[in-house]
């Protein structure tokens, strides 16, 4: 079980990994992506665990902190109004949908998807607590070799 569940998350990763090398996809927009797919994730996980009594790790419950030297939260002038005009919804709905149908491929549960994506989301917000400017939001999302 736990061998196809790593293989699993393995052709996910291998997937996404392609995917937006292929489109170039932005920072914000693998942000954007990410952070609707798990917390559509997370809300139906937390009402189960509240069901059941059992308190999720938060790990799992929550986005993982960034490293030291991160810097969240840089401002700017650029609106989320703003910056929602210039993402490709299209090229988002692909990854989504990517995303949504390995999950269901893989028989993935609820809380091994969103640790599959939690790798992800750290390395997303890690690119976008380093942005310097608005430009930068838009600037491809850099994958390293070993990720």
Do not use: C, K, Y
């Amino acid at each position: 079980m736990v061998s196809n569940d790593v293989e699993g998350m393995v052709t996910l990763t291998e997937r996404m990994v392609h995917l937006i090398g292929q489109l170039g996809m932005p920072i914000v927009e693998v942000a954007i992506v990410l952070q609707r797919r798990i917390s559509s994730m997370v809300e139906p996980l937390q009402a189960w665990a509240n069901e059941q009594g059992v308190e999720l790790e938060p790990r799992v419950r929550n986005p993982w902190p960034l490293d030291e030297g991160s810097e969240e939260g840089a401002t700017s002038a650029f609106t989320l109004d703003r910056l929602l005009d210039h993402v490709d919804a299209d090229r988002m709905d692909i990854l989504d949908t990517l995303i949504r149908v390995t999950l269901q491929e893989v028989d993935a549960d609820l809380m091994h998807g969103i640790l599959a994506l939690r790798p992800w989301e750290h390395l997303v917000r890690t690119q976008l607590a380093a942005a310097d400017g608005p430009g930068r939001l838009f600037s491809p999302l850099d994958i390293p070799d070993d990720f």
